[in-house]
């Protein structure tokens, strides 16, 4: 005790003393309940004194207690977090580095005796045994950790990876939408959800998922792309319409994308072949004649001479390939067209003179050669047919029939499609007669 201490509780005795001079009183204490007691009305106070001052002796001693035992809890556990964060550090290590999966299970299984709760260890073994196709006792990892941890997005992701590596999309878009019950805006889980729904080809539910990516992406080339991406996907939704017959629905899907990206290709095709579905093919012919004229896409071309041929009317188709061919003589690719329609009406003659007219100087593709040579055949020239088809297959390109190119990733494809099966861009296809000239008329598109 200081001085200053011993001083105060002399001054407290001094003071007492004189109370108890001045008052010799005789004070009287009943208990409830119980007896009467007379007592000294400074023995009171002293008591009263002593029994306050071991109430907070008791205080103090249980606080001063309670904070002994939490500092030894606290050093006990950061003890236990260094040893466990470097039995994790060494357990990466050995995954990681030097690829020791063993040793790394049994430093994240040391852990876990350590915290069973310890979620990093968890997942860690949980990917090990991906990683090593035990599946189900990756699950049982995972769904320790979730139960542990239900609303931690690295616990449901991880689920999402094992759902998918098991083949489960149905399964992973669950987890996904548990995902984003807890964090609407969050874009990885968006764009995930996305290619598994395009994956199982529900373009119904895919369109919502791309709209909300739109609404969250900020950089402004990525909202550029997943505009485009939208558009793509409405298309894809309009396809599957018109594939289960759903032609209403078909047409005003196709009818969106349309004010979305008025040069949609695909859409104009898609939108076409309803209406001709629907037994409106006037106005069918109308659109892709109207479209040809703005794009003078030659995707679009041939559809509108398959529509026509269909509906009995060729003439049309005739006017336009000979209007085009007047206004561009040197041009290969229309003349190869007319040829071709004159070779599908059975009108050999016009065929052969129209095909014997084309300069074949410089051109490699060898649906020409292709072309000549079944003209040849109609008119029992079985020499010189011969002589067209080894041409076609000497040929440098390797396609006997039309190709289509993408402007994007530089791929090609003998059918058409409305999305590139490389690229996976929409729109990017444009027809590749003659490598001499179409790429230029193609990129139109």
């Known amino acids: 005790m200081s001085k200053f201490g011993v001083f105060l509780f002399i001054l407290f005795l001094a003071i007492l003393a ?12 009943k208990i409830p309940f119980g007896s009467s007691y007379e007592t000294p009305t400074i023995a009171l106070i002293l008591m009263s004194v002593a029994a306050g001052s071991f109430a907070m002796l008791l205080i103090f001693i249980i606080r001063d207690t309670k904070k002994f035992v939490d500092t030894y809890q606290y050093q006990k556990r950061h003890k236990r977090d260094i040893k466990i964060q470097e039995l994790y550090s060494k357990a990466l290590n050995y995954n990681l580095a030097h690829h020791n999966r063993t040793e790394a299970k049994s430093l994240l299984k040391e852990i876990l005796n350590e915290n069973p709760e310890h979620l990093n260890a968890l997942l860690q073994l949980g990917n090990i045994s991906i990683t090593e196709e035990d599946f189900n006792l990756a699950k049982e990892y995972f769904q320790r950790a979730k139960e542990i941890s239900p609303n931690n997005l690295d616990v449901l992701f991880s689920l999402v990876q094992l759902m998918e590596r098991t083949g489960r999309l149905t399964d992973s878009i669950r987890y996904l939408d548990e995902i984003l019950d807890i964090d609407s805006e969050n874009l990885e889980a968006l764009y995930k959800k996305r290619e598994f729904l395009e994956r199982l080809e529900r373009w119904d539910e895919i369109v919502p998922v791309q709209k909300l990516i739109l609404k969250n992406e900020n950089d402004p080339k990525l909202k550029a792309r997943e505009r485009l991406n939208l558009v793509g996907y409405k298309y894809e939704q309009g396809r599957n319409n018109l594939e289960n017959n759903e032609l209403e629905k078909a047409q005003k899907v196709f009818r969106t994308v349309l004010r979305l990206e008025r040069n949609f290709i695909p859409a104009t095709l898609g939108l076409a ?18 479209t040809y004229e703005q794009t003078s896409s030659m995707i679009i071309l041939l559809r509108l001479e398959d529509l026509l041929i269909s509906i009995g009317e060729p003439l049309k188709l005739i006017r336009i390939y000979k209007n085009n061919i007047s206004k561009s003589p040197g041009e290969i690719a229309y003349k190869f067209l007319l040829a071709r329609l004159y070779y599908r009406l059975e009108m050999i003659d016009d065929a052969f003179d129209v095909i014997t007219s084309v300069d074949m100087s ?3 593709n060898p649906a020409i050669y292709q072309l000549r ?10 020499e010189k047919a011969v002589h067209e088809f080894k041409q076609a297959l000497e040929s440098d390109e390797c396609a006997l029939g039309l190709l289509y190119i993408c402007h994007e990733c530089g791929s090609s494809s003998s059918n058409w499609d409305g999305r590139c099966s490389n690229c996976k861009r929409w729109n990017t296809y444009y027809l590749n007669l003659f490598t001499r000239e179409l790429p230029e008329i193609g990129r139109k598109v």
Do not use: C, P, W
């Open 18 to 29: 004189l109370f108890a001079i001045y008052n010799q009183n005789i004070t009287i204490v």
């Open 373 to 382: 040579g079944n003209i040849y055949l109609k008119r029992n020239q079985i």
């Open 362 to 364: 410089g051109i490699s």
């Open 273 to 290: 072949e309803t209406l001709h579905m629907k037994g409106n093919s006037i106005d069918a012919v109308n659109l892709l004649e109207k």
